[in-house]
C-alpha cells in the first residue's frame, strides 16, 4: 500500500519538475518577452518578496469566502436532497432546476451578488454557495438512490423507519457520490471566490490582485496568485481524497 501511494506521488512530482525545467528552457531559449510568459525563476522571486501580500490575499479569498460558501453550499444542499428523496415531489421540482443553475454565467451573477451583499468576503462566499449547492444537490440524491433493491427490501423486512434505512444503508452507500461532490465543490468554490472578486473587493483577494495587476502588465504577481491559487486548491482537494479513503475504505475502487 505504502508503495502504491509512494508512486502515486512520485510520478506526478516527476511530471511537474519536468513540465517547470521545459518552461523555464523555452523561454530563455527564445527570449519570450516578459509581459508574455515569466519564466518560473521570475514567478519564484516575486512569490517569495511578496509572501505578506499573497497571504492577506490567500486570507480574503479562501479562508474567509471559499470555506464559508462551500460549507454553506455543500451543506445546505445535502440537506435538501435528503428532502428531495423523503418528498417525491420535491425532486421532480428541484432537480431541473440544477441543470438551469449549472448554465447561469458567473460574470452576470457575481455583479448581482456583489449589489445584495456588499464588497467585502460576503458576496463571495455567496457567490460560491451558488455554485456549490446544486452539484451537492444532485449528487446526494442519485447517491440515496444508489443501495440496490434487495437491500431495501431486507431493511423493510427488517421493521426499519426511513431513518434507519438512511443512516445504517442509503447514507453509507452515497458516501462516494456525496465526496465527488464534495471534491467538483472546491474547486468550482475557488473559480466562484476569484472570479466575484473582479467585480468588486476591499482592495484584497486573488482576484482583485490578478485583475489588478493585469492592468499594471505584473505578469509575474499574476502568475505568483495563480500558483498560490493553485497549490491551495490542490492541498484542498488532496484532503478531501485522504479523508474520503478513510470514510469509504469498503469501496471496490480501492482495491488493488
Known sequence: MKLFRFQDILAPALFGIAVLILW???VRFFNVPFVIFPAPTDIWSKLIVSLPTLYADFVQTFI???IPGWIIGSLS????ALLCDRFAFLRRGLLPLGNLAAALPIVGVAPILVMWFGFDWQSKAAMV???TFFPMLVNAVAGLQASGHLER???RSYGASWLQTLIKLRLP???PFIFNALKINSTLAMIGAIVAEFFGTPIVGMGFRISTEVGRMGLDMVWAEIAVAALVGSAFYGLL???ERWVTFWHPSYRR
Request: charged share 10%; glycine share 4%.
Open 129 to 131: 454557495v451558488v455554485m
Open 241 to 243: 481524497v485522504a479523508l
Open 173 to 175: 452507500a452515497a458516501m
Open 153 to 155: 427490501d431486507l431493511m
Open 24 to 26: 523555464q528552457a523555452t
Open 64 to 66: 474567509r469566502a471559499v
Open 77 to 80: 444542499g445535502f440537506l435538501v
